[in-house]
């Protein structure tokens, strides 16, 4: 009898310990898909958080509602070992202290407006100035440097919405923007940004993220010796203030011909102050389609960038100078990190020939934009 009731008791816990052990590994599995939350600071007397997006392998981005910024993007390498892909800091006190953007959500217009100056129809309205003479990347207080409200999307696996209200007059622009951006890790490794916007009056809108890739993940390591196709048969050259000049000129026999895919720094040297172009995507419409492709043959990684948008500004981190740290303490230099953002043409508020970025009262802004990241082993 003794002996019975001693392995029963053995039994009991056997089977006790082993529905911990069960419970345990659900648990992590439920923390390694999804989608978490952690408390980031606080900003403008408000709670900032940080949501970690982990899809089934195990891949995380990490997104603030401050600026609605990535502020990291874990991948693998052809050897399996994993680095950040972006520039980013672990804490908000490094955004507060305003890196050119980094990760971050731009708006209410991407890139520059001549002068902080334009019209509709016969009003004029007159923006902020905060690039020299120009408008830059929604003024001094863009969409980057306010805080989201956030929700998680029950219905996804790991996907982060975010909402900010746009107050009419906000650093000039006329009308109250609501805009909502939906961000999705997916299980094939794509970064889908899904962008709406509505408005009661007329307005410019041309939102775009503003991250910066290395896929080295190491800001040792200069992207000129990536590798990018871009899908764009013409450009918009610029004056001396990055402002187009109105005209769409053809890449063919210039450093900015990237159709076949070719070293960053082979023509670079030809472009005075180094890529700082908006490409006018060779695309005849409004699908989502693969429009670039940047690879790195240190790391294996490779990026597809997917949009619906009929430009894409490239940029080859020319004005980074050191003045800020990578992680690891490295100094974020020139030409360390760039950006593939997608857009619609810079100042083309005052460009009628460019396609318009005036959204109208009762229509949909709509707009996706995917970064799609793979290994070549
Ligand atoms: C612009 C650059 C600017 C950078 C950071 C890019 O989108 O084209 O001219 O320096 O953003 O602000």
Redesign the pocket.
Known sequence: MKYISGFSFALAVTIFITFCNNKKESDTMESRQGITKTNWGNTDGKEVFLYTLTNAKGVQVKISTYGGIVTSWIVPDKNNATSNIVLGFDSLSGYLAKP??FGALVGRY??RIAKGKFKINTTQYTLVTNNGQNH??GGNKGFDKVVWDAAIDNDATATLLLSYTSKDGEEGYPGNLKVNVRYTLTNDDELKIEYNATTDKATPVNLTN?SYFNLTGDVANSILDHTLMIKADNYTPVDTT?IPIGEIKTVKGTAFDFTTAKKIGRDIDNVPGGY?HNFVLSKTDTSLQQVAILSDSISGRLLEVFTMEPGL?F?TG??LDGTFKARDGKPINQHTAL?L?TQHFPDSPNEPSFPTTILQPGKQYHTITVYKLSVNK
Do not use: A
């Open positions: 050119p953007y991407g890139n830059l990347h503003h990055l700082d500004q940029y020319n004005f950006c953002e």
